[in-house]
């Protein structure tokens, strides 16, 4: 593996987590097994990307690689997606179509979300990796396959095994060989190497040159807790990329989304409460809780008038106003926005 963090046949798989290397150290090691390999973790952690690489990483490389996602899919449709269909199987089975173990023929299969089968279709998948063999439905022909099987499944597969909820014999069958994958808040220093590759990457295929980026939106992306992982931050990359117009890629074009996540945790304003004193002076007292909120907003938004102001319910001109004559301004960020 290349020093550089970056891994991979075509440099698209990033990482340099201590965990990541490892899961690539890995798949090089067992690349060109033929043994079924698991591949665990949340959704958006990269399950896909990774049967990609192993099957990049054997001799197969040359033939399909076919990933399939067993989630949406109910059980007639799983089955006729797996194993393919003759025409007349069943209604609106107009002509014969081969199923995804049939393309994979020579190469891989990515069974996805493995863990949402149903009961009955494991015993069917079973049946189908112990004779290596498939029958089309409403087929009688048994067609012999040699396919590399990946699964990925998004929960503990042992847990659903001693809940009742997945067969054991499958389970061993398919968990030959173990990766897991962390999720993205468990390896944050992966987190500014991806955003640089999206980022550049979305300006890319926008026929547009890479820009700079400024230091607080890496800071903004490490902040946030990712719970759909590197799907999530690819996507906030993609948008970053479709509406920013500065020169240099700043924190008010990140995604509110991301951003403001701190306003739920520990961020919260800071607005005293005094015990009632015999008089008051209602304008020192708003002036303060003024103060409270406008820093804590551009806190939050590291700076920017145009966030600070969205996250206040007021106009930016407003704000601008309000920072003058409380003497904020040393808080809001310097580049004009
Ligand atoms: N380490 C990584 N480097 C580059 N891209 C990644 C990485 N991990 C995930 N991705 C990208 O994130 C998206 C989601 O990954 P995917 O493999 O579909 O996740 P899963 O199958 O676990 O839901 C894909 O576009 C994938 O290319
Ligand atoms: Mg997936």
Redesign the pocket.
Known sequence: MADTGTY?VDS????RSAR?RAVFDFVRVIGDSDSSVL?T????????????LIHQSSSRRHKPFVPVSCAILSETLIESELFGHERGAFTGAIKDRPGRFEMAHGGTIFL?DIDDVPLSMQVKLLRVLQNRTIERLGGSRVIAIDVRVVT?S?KDLRQMVAEGKFREDLYYRLNVIPIV?PPLRERRE?IPM?VE??IKRYFKRRGEDPRPISPAVVQAFMRYPWPG???E??NACERIAQTCTCETVRIGCVPSTVLFHKYAEEQQPIVETHAHPSSVSLDDRLKEVETNLISWALKVSGGNKSKAAELLQIKRSTLGDRIKKLSLDHLAEEVAD
């Open positions: 991979s698209i798989v990033v990482g990541m591949v973790g949340e959704t958006g952690t990269g399950k896909e990307m990774i049967a990609n996805d990925g998004k994958l992966d991806l590759h999206f992982n590197v799907r931050l690819e």
